[in-house]
């Protein structure tokens, strides 16, 4: 069983900034991918960033609308992804999601695993 903490979220006005913190714990091997999403209400949720695991360095994406302003980032050591976000605008108001992808053991599939979300709020 694996948990996601979610923290971070909350009101800011146009141009201010947030972090998001994700905390993994449980039985988890190794990551894959670890990532944050959004959803507005009457949208499909759609990707934000990903940070997947690399040989020497991880690599990253972006939504071309978040490129600049968002920065994806791990800590390893505590199985946390963050998602600092500057610059904000009224069309990051979303509830945002953390996903991982993971392995529970070594030889295990890979299972994607999603957090309950954290509301973002920019009001202008």
């Known amino acids: 069983q694996v948990q996601l903490v979610e923290s971070g979220g909350g009101l800011v006005h146009t141009g201010g900034s947030l972090r998001l913190s994700c905390a993994a714990s449980g039985r988890i091997s190794r990551f894959n991918d670890m990532g944050w999403y959004r959803q507005s209400p009457g949208k499909q949720r759609e990707l934000v960033a990903t940070?997947?695991?690399?040989?020497?360095?991880?690599?990253?994406n972006y939504a071309d609308s978040v490129k600049g302003r968002f920065t994806i980032s791990r800590d390893n050591a505590k199985n946390t992804v963050y998602l600092q976000m500057n610059s904000l605008k009224a069309d990051d108001t979303a509830v945002y999601y953390c996903k991982v992808t993971y392995k529970s053991t070594y030889d295990s599939p890979l299972s994607t695993y999603w957090g309950q979300g954290t509301q973002v709020t920019v009001s202008s």
């Open positions: 940070i997947t695991t690399g040989g020497s360095t991880d690599s990253t």
